[in-house]
């Protein structure tokens, strides 16, 4: 019989997340499904990089010791587990995911859900006549193609939900949307169907609403000094009905908040035009969402009209585009800053002697103004500062040029200069993100299981 | 009319988009948003942050929210794993916005029910 309630947590908000926070989730329990989310642009192209040295690689490992700890009680809960940790190797993740559980003795079934990744698909589908064009800048991607590291399609949530239809404890996917991961066990709870365009969209703005894990429950509140207990802050759960509407809360016992501005604030992160918020299986419209108190620690979540989805898929695709590096003394003592000005010109005349020649370099003096430049208040004569130097160019050697002026400053320059600790700043390849579009028709997803 | 800092009356975050921010700020009654409509004009954000944003500001409404979204075009330096800059993702923009002084006449402000100046000295 389907479910009139079903409650979804997050407990990973990006990779680098806190490693405890699903373990507590799993641990405290009363959550149906536990969702976690570890991919970025820079990953994926990370990812490909890994695989590319090892067919073994490409995945996010923290997933793997994750499993190790809360796959036992998972189970013994019935709580099901949805990660786009696969990144772009599922299928590896998933057979140290099943060894885990074989060391264990736990028997589970996981699913994957493949087909997102079309890296080796891109000279096919440039030679078919995909252009996938930049959506910043409009440019074909063939003008970069020999410096693509990866490129992946945000696919359908409809594929996440087959993947729970199989019975699988665990569901590996690469890239998906995030609030996929949340939206896809309504879909199979709920029985919604393609074109349920409000409910679609209902889900989706749950997923929005907890991909970001502590965002939603206290963290980076602006009244910040009101939160209670941020040290043992609870990561948010959706309880979701049939309708669409859901409540957003946490865990009882949990330090942080839930309430109508805290969620207020992470519904309008990272958001564009707001009458038109696309994803891979509606179009939603931010300005039907209603939020009502519904008592401590909970907000009520509805009135979320949805519309057609587009007939394309967004590709995030990463190529290399240069290097770059930055490196930071701190410069201390009587007239902190005017110091710190100085050792910056001195960098920047060297390296004009030597030839180097960079695209764009940065100056930035950390604790005075390097967030806010002239908005920041005037700190008068500041005991230290923070001289963060950065360049980047198209050209290694004069990148690494670059790192190697930094530390002589320590005796060279004014006194007070310390700081210069790490060595020497390494160039480091730009990673840059190449946004485009790809007809649905384009993309097939594949659902694998496999039992330990 | 009293001249005071959004963070005396607002909330905001702030995110990226590419190489642009985005910093979403909202209030808690319908008429303190009426005042920020007036007074958080796209060009005054524009001209509030300065150097910080090379492109346009892009200003869109949520009413049912009491919220306005701002997009900050080319304000990351490139954005993401491209940016030299400390804040590459735009995480502080909010916290700048919040800096910015606006005209609130007196009696919204009496009328408001959760006007602060600040974290007690206890806070931090």
Redesign the interface.
Known sequence: MARNLVRIANGQGFWGDSVDAPVALVERGGIDYLTLDYLA??TMSIMQRQKRKDPRAGYATDFVDLMKRVLRPCKEKGIRVIANAGGVNPSACRERVLEAARALGVRVKIATVEGDDILPRLDELIGAGEALASM?TGRPLSDVKDKVLSANAYIATFALAEALDTGADVVITGRCTDPGLTLAPMIHEFGWKADDWDRLAAGTVAGHIIECGA?TTGG??????EVPALELGGYPVVEAAPSGEFIVTKQPGTGGLVNV?AV????????????RYISADCVID??????EDAGPDRVRVFGIEGSPATDTYKVSISWL?GY?A?GQLTISGPFALAKARRCAEIVWKRLEKTGARFD???T?Y?GID????????AAEDPGEVVL?L???GKDQAAIERFGKELAPLVTAGPPGVTGFAGGRPKPQE????W?ALIPKSRIETRVRVEES | MARIRLHEIAHARSGDKGDSSNVGIFVFTQEAYEVLLREVTAARVKSHFGPLVKGRVDRYELPNLLALNFILHDSLGGGGSESLKNDAQGKTHGQALLLMEIEVPDAVLSRYPLRTAGPPPSAG
């Not at chain 1, 980076?220 to 000094?225: E, K, L, Q, S």
């Not at chain 1, 931010?286 to 939020?291: A, V």
């Not at chain 1, 390097?370 to 208040?377: E, K, L, N, Q, Y």
């Open positions: 642009e820079v910043d965002q980076n509140y602006t009244r910040w000094w501005a207020t604030e992470q519904i309008l992160y990272e958001m564009g035009d707001p009458s931010f300005r039907t969402i209603r939020l585009n770059k930055s764009e370099t940065s930035e950390l390097s967030c806010h430049g002239p908005i920041a208040p963060r950065g360049a980047k730009i990673v840059a993100y946004p």
